[in-house]
């Protein structure tokens, strides 16, 4: 394991535990990708860049170098002297002029993982390799590096630029991390969405020309994920070699593959280049984020374990991540604006009642904000809701017994504000333009360090003045008219990114100054739910749907990368108010324990059946937590696929026990008991199945018809083998309805 130089074959071999990478230097100048995949070990595997084929290399036949620019698969393609796929790097002189091209100049490889200044970085103990190249015409050092960990199968690449020459330098695109190999029969892979649907998955047969996904939204957004993966065409969950990038930032991206005349691939991520331009004064650099690459050779399952154990060993920094999260109420769904402190209190005794934790004071706290037209920015707490101010309130929600969160939307600006009426320039424009409203707010601009004082400000002296122990950051909006009054002319193609150092900043200020703190990130749902975010917040809201069966493919889309115990869910109130689906209990609750958990409905007027039903439902989130948050999970039916039912189950790592979650969405007339089969326990070991929610069960047993209920009671307790059940399959019975749910438990014995 490890990374190492082999000086004869100009060649590096970057190694994981399962996989390899490697690069080679052509004609000491040119930095081409080789390999990447099962781990080969082999410093000979040079030839597989084809050198040897014409147009052959420039030092041979420079008449043809541009057949030989646009076919070399390079580690980093720079735009404007011969390669027309897409690039990774374009940069203007001072005099106007654009073209770059990377020569190798060196390497070094550091016993360790490096952190990124002002942006999130994954961490641990690792090596690193960096190639240095330089484009000697225009002046500019170029340093590609490339991580990797003990434990971790992904390699983290990223990019740093510096200007060595005498004059700025203008960057019009870096992107942080390309992957240039041949393209066999694949399948592309994307996260596709909207409000209220987040990161559904999208697969498609990858065709000639180039296949994007992006945002310019100024968040990674609702519409589009930073993910892209590549999959052997008759790849599944288990089986098929899988190429995957994932990008550790919350603003614009481009993700793209490209499938070009030689049946070549090239898949790129980074900034998108769209309203992007940085000016490199001499002497000065530029960090891009990383970009995380995970290679799995036993399908999307394999890739999705990696990138959990990855962001939980080497990206989330929060002292909750291994703990159990206090159970929440939030009153958004249950009171939206209209609440003061007496409804508060009444929901956090309700509350107490049922085993819950912590009240959630949503929006319409602060200033005269009673429905989303006004106040964002005005950050006083509006004492004709919570009479006596919110150091009474949360004194008294604390003598109930429950801790106490609170919402705040910091970036955000409405135009009915006292803040806006005194500073009108800080919120993001272009001059002579009336703003685009979304939501009837504006967004503040972070470019501006005393704009990012106040935002910062706003929060932190309403934390030092109570006892609170969480905050849900929310971000409602997209940016528009990106302009900074505080940026010079040179430097206005900076404000999106700046934006985003802003945002960063402001987390990091944050994490510091109140080290206990549980945030939860948010923006109108999961439109900001990313790697990047997960460096300041070890959970993020995941879709403002919380449906359960809608939810069954956000989080299934979600969980494709990210750990189930970063993924906001609550249970909510029924008919569910996006879509007016009609859901049992049980299972919102079920849905709800594969992410962080949660209540979001009022607690004081749902039916007493329901209500009966929390102290069973926190039970099992106490069993449970634990197993959700730190095991594997593999993925074992899915709705969007069968039409019928989804189906999902978490291992612990040490194989000892697993949860397996099944939904039957959709009832079906004339079948016998459907067959799964479950995934990564011990062949050899002896499972004790354990069946949840006996009493229910029990209940159900007892009406007329309760043949179904009264068998899987009878199953509780049966063994099997690891192999009987992954070999031979688990057998469920048809339930009584649709939307019905059931959790199984199996114990090593
Ligand atoms: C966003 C969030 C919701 C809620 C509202 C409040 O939509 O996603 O959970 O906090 O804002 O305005």
Request: net charge negative; charged share 25%; glycine share 8%.
């Amino acid at each position: 394991m490890g990374i190492l130089f082999h000086k004869e074959e100009q060649l590096f071999q970057i190694i994981t535990p399962n996989t390899e990478y490697c690069i080679k230097i052509v004609d000491q100048r040119y930095i081409g990708h080789v390999y990447y995949g099962r781990r080969l070990e082999d410093p000979r595997c040079g030839y597989l860049l084809r050198t040897a084929e014409p147009p052959f290399t420039p030092s041979v036949n420079q008449r043809e170098k541009g057949g030989f620019m646009d076919s070399f698969p390079f580690e980093y393609p720079a735009w404007g002297v011969g390669d027309y796929r897409e690039s990774c790097l374009n940069v203007r002189t001072e005099a106007g002029y654009r073209g770059c091209e990377l020569v190798y100049e060196d390497y070094r490889i550091l016993d360790e993982k490096p952190g990124l200044p002002g942006l999130p970085a994954t961490f641990g103990k690792g090596q690193t390799l960096e190639i240095i190249c330089k484009d000697p015409v225009i002046g500019l050092k170029v340093i590609l590096c490339y991580s990797v960990f003990d434990d971790s199968d992904a390699i983290i690449r990223s990019v740093f630029l510096e200007n060595l020459s005498q004059q700025p330098l203008y960057i019009e695109k870096v992107l942080s991390a390309c992957l240039d190999m041949d393209a066999e029969e694949f399948d592309l892979l994307t996260l596709n969405g909207a409000w209220g649907r987040e990161r559904c998955i999208e697969q498609n047969p990858l065709s000639y020309g180039k296949h994007g996904i992006s945002s310019v939204r100024g968040e990674s957004s609702h519409q589009e994920h930073p993910f892209l993966a590549v999959m052997e065409r008759r790849g599944h969950q288990d089986q098929g070699q899988v190429y995957a990038m994932n990008f550790v930032y919350s603003g614009n991206f481009l993700a793209q593959a490209e499938k070009s005349q030689f049946n070549s691939l090239r898949m790129v991520m980074g900034i998108h280049p769209e309203g992007f331009e940085w000016m490199l004064e001499p002497g000065k650099t530029f960090a891009s984020p990383e970009a995380v690459c995970v290679y799995s050779d036993q399908g999307l399952g394999k890739m999705s374990r990696i990138f959990h154990d990855l962001y939980r060993n080497h990206l989330i920094r929060s002292p909750y991540l291994h703990t159990k999260r206090p159970i929440l109420i939030n009153n958004w769904e249950a009171t939206y604006f209209d609440f003061d402190s007496e409804k508060l209190i009444a929901i956090a005794k309700e509350a107490k009642k049922s085993g819950i934790e912590m009240l959630v004071m949503d929006d319409g706290w602060f200033g005269n904000r009673n429905n989303d037209d006004s106040s964002l920015g005005d950050w006083q707490v509006n004492e004709e809701k919570l009479k006596g101010g919110l150091k009474a309130l949360t004194d008294s929600v604390r003598a109930e017994g429950l801790l106490f969160g609170i919402w705040f939307e910091p970036e955000m600006i409405s135009p009915d504000s006292r803040l806006y009426k005194s500073h009108p320039d800080w919120a993001l424009k272009l001059p002579g333009r009336e703003g685009t409203l979304i939501r009837a707010q504006y967004v503040l601009d972070l470019s501006r360090p005393e704009v990012v004082d106040y935002a910062y400000e706003s929060v932190a002296s309403i934390l030092r003045s109570c006892d609170i122990s969480y905050v849900k950051w929310d971000m409602n909006r997209q940016l528009t008219d990106v302009g900074s009054i505080y940026l010079d002319s040179a430097r206005q193609g900076e404000c999106f990114h700046r934006y985003v150092l802003g945002v960063y900043q402001l987390q990091e200020r944050l994490i510091q100054e109140f080290p206990d703190l549980l945030l939860e990130n948010c923006s109108g749902g999961g439109a900001r739910f990313d790697p990047g975010m997960l460096y300041y917040s070890p959970q993020i809201w995941c879709s403002d749907d919380m449906d359960p069966v809608e939810r069954l493919s956000i989080q299934e889309g979600t969980a494709l990368i990210y750990p189930l115990g970063t993924i906001g869910a609550h249970v909510c109130d029924c008919p569910n108010h996006t879509t007016g689906r009609t859901t049992p209990f049980t299972t919102r609750g079920h849905v709800a324990l594969a992410g962080t958990f949660g209540y979001e409905l009022d607690i004081t007027s749902i039916s007493k059946e329901d209500r009966e039903q929390i102290p069973e439902q926190i039970r099992l989130y106490h069993k449970y937590q634990p197993l959700i948050r730190e095991g594997d999970y593999y993925r074992i039916g899915s709705w969007r696929e069968t039409k019928k039912y989804d189906c999902w189950q978490v291992v612990s790592k040490d194989q000892k026990e697993a949860l397996v979650t099944y939904v039957q969405v959709l009832t079906e007339p004339n079948y016998r008991s459907r067959k799964l089969y479950l995934k990564g326990l011990n062949p050899k070991a002896e499972y004790r199945l354990e069946i949840e929610d006996q009493k229910a069960l029990k209940k159900r047993a007892d009406e007329k018809n309760g043949n179904v209920a009264r068998r899987l009671l009878e199953s509780d307790g049966q063994v099997y083998s690891g192999r009987l059940l992954m070999q031979g399959g688990f057998l469920i019975q048809r339930l009584e309805g649709d939307f019905q749910s059931l959790l199984f438990h199996f114990v090593q014995v």
